[in-house]
């Protein structure tokens, strides 16, 4: 009736700038929800929000990429706690160098390696100028009281399936450097190359004062610092 004949009569300027209000009050409350949620993302890709990737932009800065860390596992046979010690500085160390770094000992390593790993670094004590073996590998359980028997590196090496993409490298500790001394991280590089078909990028060797131990002075130090030249090889793809 009337009421209807009067909106007819509204001023067209005046509908328009309604709308316009209208809409920039929705323009509003979208940006302070985005606010409130960051890490939302498009829930057609992810099924919870703050589920969504890290992204980076490429180098135009304009189309967002996910972030992609250099990864590296470091797998390493110890009985005394020197070369796990070690191993626990090289990986500092690759932190440090911005790498995302894990220990684990060879006992619980995995029988495949995970494509998306950048880096394997291996680490064993020296026995016998070697790698350990079934029998030195025993007397040092029994000399250190430590747990039930289990493969060592180089055993592990024999099994394990290591993709073409990720690079390694080997350490050892061994009680004076030396060719009367020997390797086992030279026995690793042996090993990789024997059975994976593949170079060793780079080779460390750190002392013990002792067969138990422990780590000559400044060991764990230099360690921290190969595990950071690792990272610069890594990064840099050399």
């Not at 500085?89 to 998306?116: C, F, H, M, T």
Request: charged share 20%; glycine share 10%.
């Amino acid at each position: 009736g009337q009421g209807a004949r009067r909106l007819r009569h509204v001023d067209p300027r005046l509908l328009r700038a309604a709308r316009a209000l209208v809409h920039h009050r929705d323009e509003l409350r979208l940006s302070a929800g985005l606010q409130q949620a960051p890490f939302a993302c498009d829930v057609a890709s992810h099924l919870t929000v703050g589920s969504c990737p890290r992204a980076t932009s490429d180098i135009t800065g304009t189309n967002p990429q996910e972030d992609t860390m250099t990864r590296a596992l470091i797998v390493v046979e110890s009985y005394f706690g020197n070369t796990r010690a070690i191993a626990e500085a090289v990986a500092a160390g690759l932190i440090e160098g911005g790498i995302e770094a894990q220990v684990v000992d060879v006992a619980r390593a995995p029988s495949a390696l995970p494509s998306d790993l950048d880096l394997l670094v291996l680490g064993a004590p020296t026995h016998n100028r070697r790698l350990p073996t079934t029998t030195t590998r025993a007397k040092a359980r029994e000399q250190a009281a430590s747990g039930e028997a289990s493969p060592g590196i180089g055993e592990w090496l024999e099994t394990v399936a290591i993709p073409a993409s990720i690079d390694a490298a080997a350490f050892d500790t061994v009680i004076s450097k030396g060719w009367l001394s020997g390797s086992a991280a030279k026995a690793i590089a042996k090993a990789l190359r024997r059975h994976q078909g593949r170079e060793t990028t780079s080779v460390g060797s750190f002392v013990v004062t002792a067969n138990k131990g422990p780590l000559a002075a400044g060991q764990e130090s230099d360690a921290r610092s190969w595990g950071r030249e690792l990272a610069g090889s890594a990064n840099t793809g050399q």
